[in-house]
């Protein structure tokens, strides 16, 4: 079992930066693939970016270059600093841990983008 818990979530003015983290309890932590997601209002959960156990990342065609996706294992942590901030990146962020076949989410943080 996996708890993930978000923070860092805001309002932020478009060109802004905020820096999301994820918290996760559990033992397996360090063997999951770890991921951002976001959802829109009215929209399907989208995949923002993702780091493998292995520590390689990808990322979607909005975040490249913008976002950066990192994890600390020693703190069971996930960390996802976002730059030049977009009204379109406003949504809920989720963090996700895939164990085996096993999925886990947190509660979200909010992400607001506006003037």
């Known amino acids: 079992q996996v708890q993930l818990v978000e923070s860092g979530g805001g309002l932020v003015k478009p060109g802004g930066s905020l820096k999301l983290s994820c918290i996760g309890s559990?033992?397996?932590?360090?063997?999951?693939?770890m991921g951002w997601y976001r959802q829109a209002p009215g929209d399907q959960r989208e995949l923002v970016a993702e780091?493998?156990?292995?520590?390689?990342?990808e990322y979607s065609e909005s975040g490249k270059g913008r976002f950066t996706i990192s994890r600390s294992d020693a703190k069971n942590a996930v960390y996802l600093p976002m730059d030049s901030l977009k009204p379109e990146d406003t949504g809920v962020y989720y963090c996700?841990?895939?164990?085996?076949?096993?999925?886990?989410w947190g509660r979200g943080t909010q992400v607001t983008v506006s003037s």
């Open positions: 996700k841990a895939n164990y085996g076949q096993c999925q886990f």
């Open positions: 559990g033992t397996v932590f360090a063997s999951s693939n």
């Open positions: 780091t493998s156990r292995l520590g390689y990342s």
